[in-house]
T-cell receptor, first 117, second 113 residues
Framework: AQKVTQAQTEISVVEKEDVTLDCVYE???????LFWYKQPPSGELVFLIR??????QNEISGRYSWNFQKSTSSFNFTITASQVVDSAVYFC?????FGSGTYKYIFGTGTRLKVLA | KAGVTQTPRYLIKTRGQQVTLSCSPI?????VSWYQQTPGQGLQFLFE???????NKGNFPGRFSGRQFSNSRSEMNVSTLELGDSALYLC????????????FGSGTRLTVV
């Protein structure tokens, strides 16, 4: 089965704290892609990062970093020194085929992050 | 460059009516996908269109349909509206391909009363 699990429904932190959002995925594909999106209160999901299944290098972009580990099927997202503007719902997604040659995007249920001033 | 445009932003309809939502993708994007977002179910995939052909379909009843025009603009239609159809409907466009990220519109908030 193809599945994305974001076990944390909601996280609250105080500004400047570090926070990690967990994402665990399941797929039988050897080639797949993982994504993170941010959905602020305005409603529009914004693409943050993509990883392919062959690239396990961690990535850092400013205060954001991502840890991809195939051994644990996880693609976690860390925000360092969180800010109020980071408050949003964050979605992890998997793009995988279903054996038919076509692919589908599967989103996790999202983690609502609240950063308190 | 212009983003993904969805119209209208808000809609209130009565049970039993039908509704059409519109999505204009980013110029050059040939793939348009539709998602339904509700607090209880999260983001549920409705369908994807690529070059005017439906390429993928989610597990929604036949009351939900869509189409894509030659300019890549897409519409989705919901007939015989039910209260449970109240949701945020999001459209996403991409160049197509498994590795592509999506650009989302701001959504249409549909309320069925």
């Amino acid at each position: 089965a193809q599945k994305v699990t974001q076990a944390q429904t909601e996280i609250s932190v105080v500004e400047k704290e570090d926070v990690t959002l967990d994402c665990v995925y399941e797929t039988r594909d050897t080639t797949y892609y993982l994504f993170w999106y941010k959905q602020p209160p305005s409603g529009e999901l914004v693409f943050l990062i993509r990883r392919n299944s062959f690239d396990e290098q961690n990535e850092i972009s400013g205060r954001y970093s991502w840890n991809f580990q195939k051994s644990t099927s996880s693609f976690n997202f860390t925000i360092t020194a969180s800010q109020v503007v980071d408050s949003a719902v964050y979605f992890c997604a998997l793009s995988a085929t279903f054996g038919s040659g076509t692919y589908k995007y599967i989103f996790g249920t999202g983690t609502r992050l609240k950063v308190l001033a | 460059k212009a983003g993904v445009t969805q119209t209208p932003r808000y809609l209130i309809k009565t049970r039993g009516q039908q509704v059409t939502l519109s999505c204009s993708p980013i110029s050059g994007h040939r793939s348009v996908s539709w998602y339904q977002q509700t607090p209880g179910q999260g983001l549920q995939f409705l369908f994807e269109y690529f070059s005017e052909t439906q390429r993928n379909k989610g597990n929604f009843p036949g009351r939900f349909s869509g189409r894509q025009f030659s300019n890549s603009r897409s519409e989705m239609n919901v007939s015989t509206l039910e209260l449970g159809d109240s949701a945020l409907y999001l459209c996403a466009s991409s160049l197509g391909g498994q590795e592509r990220s999506y650009t989302f519109g701001s959504g249409t908030r549909l309320t069925v009363v």
